[in-house]
């Protein structure tokens, strides 16, 4: 998950979704993963103080900013055994996809497209990645 000024996403130069200040969610969704876990995942990053408070801190939870979320199943890779990852830890689409709405519904995300080939342009506000695990 990254901070981010602005994101957007698009598929065959056709636009999907954007936001403007907010979180960019890469969502992997894992075989067994349900949807209680979706939502427990969707109040976490909620939840998250990831934003400067007026001492420069990060102590403000997203409040009214905005989620974009798109579903990879990349980051499930695994490369233990040489440089070709396989995916066999990723859930299967039929299995993601509901996961992956029940994730965005939660937390009142915008979606990406799912299992299409995307194009994703991001402006990173400040050095702020978290890796979220439920």
């Known amino acids: 998950m990254q901070r981010v000024e602005r994101a957007s996403v698009s598929v ?3 636009p ?3 936001i403007e200040s907010g979180l960019f969610v890469l969502l992997g969704i894992e075989r067994g993963d349900d949807a209680a876990l979706a939502r427990r995942l969707a109040a976490k990053i909620s939840g998250l103080r990831l ?3 007026g001492a420069g801190r990060l102590a403000e939870d997203r409040g009214a900013r905005e989620i974009l979320c798109v579903s990879q199943f990349t980051l499930l890779g695994d490369t233990s055994r ?3 990852p396989g995916f066999g830890k990723a859930a299967a ?3 993601a996809e509901p996961i992956y ?3 965005c519904n939660e937390c ?6 799912f299992g299409e080939e995307m194009s994703i342009d991001l402006v990173l506000d400040g ?4 890796l979220v695990e439920g």
């Open 101 to 103: 709405e029940e994730f």
């Open 51 to 53: 934003f400067a408070d």
């Open 82 to 84: 040489g440089t070709r």
């Open 108 to 113: 009142g995300a915008r979606m990406g497209a």
């Open 16 to 18: 999907v979704a954007s």
């Open 93 to 95: 689409a039929g299995e």
């Open 127 to 130: 050095p702020v990645t978290v």
């Open 12 to 14: 065959r130069d056709q």
